[in-house]
Every structure is written in C-alpha cells, then in structure tokens.
C-alpha cells in the first residue's frame, strides 16, 4: 500500500507539471478519441471506456499497464477496431493526448 500511495503522490506532482498540456490534451481528446471511448462513465462505446487510466491499469481484459509508453503505441499502431493515428496527429498532440488520458 504505501507503495501504491506513494506512487499516486509522485503521480500527482506529474500531472501539477504538465496541466497546460492536459488541457490541450482534453480538447483534442474530445475531437478524435471521444467517439469511441466514454471518458466520465465507464460506457463501452465503439472501444472502451478509458476512465480510469489514473488507476495505471488500461480498462481491457489484457490489463496492460496504461503507461505513457503503452498508450502511445496503441494511438500509433490502433488495432483490434482502433485507427491509427500515427501519422494524423503530431508528437505534440500526442504528448497531449496521452498526458490528459492519464487523469482520467
Ligand atoms: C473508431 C473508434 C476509435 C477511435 C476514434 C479511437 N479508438 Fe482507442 N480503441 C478503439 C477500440 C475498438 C479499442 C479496443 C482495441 C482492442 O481491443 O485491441 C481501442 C483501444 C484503445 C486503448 C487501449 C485500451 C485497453 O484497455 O487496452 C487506448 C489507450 C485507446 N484506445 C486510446 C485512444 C485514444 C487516445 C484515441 C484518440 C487519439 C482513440 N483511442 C481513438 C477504438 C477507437
């Protein structure tokens, strides 16, 4: 447990740093994720819902952990019903997205 909590500390001074780049993040979450994936509810939409991505666990069955390294990979490569988006979005944008996907 403490761990588990002091991981969530560090996590949280993480995520003090790069607010602006969430919120950038939310906005094109918002444009090219949200039709897909529920953010607030834990609705199944076309792939699953990605809110608690926070807990570090992706939603599926495989429970990969929802790294930024592992979230990265699946907006680049998609897969299994996902577009890829590898050359639809910069490395800005990505940073962004992945950085806001990681509070939900
Ligand atoms: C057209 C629908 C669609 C769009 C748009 C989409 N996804 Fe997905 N996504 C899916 C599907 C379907 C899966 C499940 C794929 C699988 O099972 O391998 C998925 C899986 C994922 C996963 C892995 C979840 C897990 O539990 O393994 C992540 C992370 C993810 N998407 C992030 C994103 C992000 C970030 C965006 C926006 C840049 C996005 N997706 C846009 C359909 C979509």
């Given at each position: 447990m403490i761990g588990i909590n002091m991981i969530r500390v560090?996590?949280?001074?993480?995520?003090?740093a790069v607010i602006a780049t969430a919120q950038d993040g939310k906005a094109l979450f918002e444009k090219k994720c949200s039709f897909c994936h529920a953010s607030t509810t834990d609705e199944r939409k076309l792939g699953p819902?990605?809110?608690g991505l926070n807990k570090g666990v992706m939603p599926d069955a495989i429970a990969k952990p929802a790294t930024r390294e592992n979230?990265?990979?699946?907006i680049n490569d998609g897969g299994g019903?996902?577009?890829v988006f590898r050359d639809l979005l910069?490395?800005?944008e990505k940073d962004a997205i992945v950085?806001?996907?990681?509070?939900l």
């Open positions: 560090g996590f949280v001074f993480s995520i003090t819902s990605l809110k979230i990265l990979l699946k019903g996902m577009p910069t490395k800005e950085a806001y996907a990681m509070t």
